[in-house]
């Protein structure tokens, strides 16, 4: 179940990653609309899955134990191998015994916890702490709305002109203490909050301040970041998803400051007025999913080098709306009913059912001789009987036995001819084609796209590489984490994990002191596998971190390596 999950969760992320490549250079709150509608996805994903009808795809290895259970003599299902008969009557004594001794007189019964259960406990656990987390961030958020007063009636008066300009209701407005952050609080009645400062700043920056706190209450970014905190905290053990709720932050703010832009400010002299906001005043202490502040630190370089950029900045907000919303559900309904199971599962007969009472279309084929099934079922009576009772498994086997089609020439000479297409859209278009065939043979091309001058192409490249398990992504990875792309860097981390690289606690301990948070929590997250003084002390370390997003990562590891010691 838990690996089922894992790989639906990185298939709608992944998604929503390649999407938002190809995006990049629309409007910012189009790409915000992927990242939030591809998270509500994922969130969703349990209800719809149990909802809809499965498609079994037998891609997990055979469990051995399962298929002698199934096909012994003692399970009814009729196959005479050849079983002496007083081991077919022993059987039944043996499991008896087995029960007596388990429940023995004066002796409880023994409760035995799985691995399989063991970590499904842990993640519901964990997940109920971070949605502990968000309720109480919350009621903080409430009671700091509460501490605030009203405002003169000259900064009621400009909100309500701003509002105009953006069509949408005017929000009630507070003012909290001087220094605080402007910020949107609110989930279904969101409000304004400016610091006392604000009484004495200029026209300009006063409007430009509440037509970005507006813009947010306009597309109710408030609500939307919940969904995105309750699906980091569903699957908080997935890295994608952390990667994810930083885009989706960091979209959203690009797409607010689209808003002032395009009311015909400047980027110029926008930029300088975050500067001196983020400089004159301290952010809010609650996270963001509580309380949507207006310049945090972490997010202003990106959002300075943006406003200075020539890019589109209007977007309609239904179209934005209807292509996130139209993505998530044909994403959802797509990779939701398909359950992954173990090979030669779904042509077994039903347990207790015998080979001589399956269904009609499947007597109705003849078994072939012995000599007709495949080499490995040869090796024991039960497998081959196994398999001659059941046309279907045969059928399975000689599916997984036959070679994948080959591509046309004139085709791969096309995507191979694109892959030095001076677009590094076109190049990434090519590369996508590429990597959805998983032929080794087109893995070189992928390695010669690590040095491509597009951060994001090296990204998408890394990643593929990594999950095809290819050595050319072992190779890279020293390098990629000191890539000058966070993407980059962070994905290696995740290759460093995957791939078992020989350097892996030497490098993530290195990456453990990043400039960039995601790649610090990524660390983190590798080293909850590696043991060491120094690893203690540098988990110690980040549990200590600015950013709340490395300190969760850090004491999960904390958490993971002291589970791992008590076992042990």
């Not at 202490?285 to 950029?309: K, N, V, W």
């Not at 070189?444 to 994001?456: F, G």
């Amino acid at each position: 179940m838990i690996v089922d999950v894992a790989l639906k969760v990185t298939a709608l992320l992944g998604v929503a990653w390649t999407v938002s490549f190809l995006l990049r250079g629309r409007a910012a709150s189009t790409r915000h609309a992927v990242w939030t509608g591809l998270m509500a996805a994922a969130l969703l994903l349990p209800l719809f899955g149990a909802l809809a009808p499965s498609v079994e795809l037998a891609w997990l290895p055979a469990d051995p134990s399962s298929e002698v259970q199934q096909f012994s003599p003692a399970s009814g299902t009729g196959l005479d191998l050849g079983a002496p008969a007083s081991v077919e009557r022993s059987a039944p004594a043996v499991a008896n015994a087995r029960v007596s001794a388990a429940t023995a007189p004066g002796q409880a019964p023994r409760f035995t916890l799985t691995l399989t259960q063991a970590l499904a406990g842990l993640w519901l656990f964990v997940a109920l702490l971070f949605v502990i987390r968000i309720a109480v961030a919350h009621v903080q958020a409430r009671r700091m709305l509460g501490a605030c007063v009203d405002p003169p009636a000259a900064l009621v008066s400009a909100l309500a002109s701003v509002a105009r300009e953006l069509d949408v209701r005017v929000p009630p407005l507070r003012l909290a203490a001087a220094g605080t952050m402007p910020a949107v609080i609110g989930v279904l009645r969101p409000s304004v909050i400016v610091p006392a400062d604000a009484v004495s700043w200029t026209a300009d920056r006063l409007r430009l301040v509440l037509l970005h706190e507006c813009a947010h209450v306009r597309r109710r970014d408030a609500l939307l970041q919940v969904i995105a905190s309750l699906a980091t905290a569903a699957y908080w053990w997935h890295p994608l998803t952390w990667l994810a709720a930083r885009r989706v932050v960091r979209e959203r703010e690009l797409a607010c400051d689209d808003v002032v832009i395009a009311t015909g400010t400047p980027g110029s002299d926008y930029a300088s007025h975050l500067i001196d906001i983020a400089r004159a005043l301290k952010p809010s202490r609650q996270p963001a999913m509580a309380a949507l502040a207006m310049a945090r630190p972490s997010e202003l370089e990106g959002r300075l080098i943006a406003l200075l950029e020539e890019r589109p900045r209007r977007s309609q907000p239904s179209r934005a709306l209807a292509l996130g919303l139209g993505l998530a559900v044909v994403a959802l309904l797509a990779v939701a009913p398909l359950r992954l199971v173990a090979r030669g599962t779904a042509a077994m007969p039903p347990a207790g059912q015998s080979p001589a009472t399956a269904p009609a279309a499947d007597a109705a084929h003849d078994s072939p001789p012995a000599a007709d099934a495949p080499a490995a079922a040869q090796a024991t009576p039960l497998l081959r009987a196994s398999v001659q009772a059941t046309p279907l498994l045969r059928a399975s086997e000689q599916v997984d036995a036959a070679p994948a089609p080959k591509m046309d020439a004139g085709f791969t000479d096309a995507l191979l001819r694109a892959l030095d297409d001076e677009d590094a859209d076109t190049r990434m278009m090519a590369i996508i084609a590429l990597s959805r065939t998983q032929r080794a043979e087109f893995a070189p091309m992928l390695a010669q796209r690590l040095e491509d001058s597009d951060h994001d192409m090296r990204a998408f490249a890394l990643l593929n590489l990594i999950q095809m398990e290819r050595e050319e992504a072992r190779a890279f990875l020293p390098r990629a984490l000191q890539d000058e792309s966070d993407d980059v860097r962070a994905i290696g981390l995740i290759g460093l994990r995957k791939l078992n690289h020989p350097d892996r606690r030497a490098l993530a301990l290195r990456a453990a002191a990043d400039s960039s948070d995601d790649v610090r929590a990524m660390a983190a997250l590798t080293l909850a596998a590696e043991s060491g003084a120094d690893v203690d002390a540098m988990l110690v370390t980040l549990s200590e971190d600015p950013s709340s997003d490395v300190r969760r990562a850090a004491l999960f590891a904390m958490a993971k390596r002291s589970g791992g010691d008590k076992h042990q």
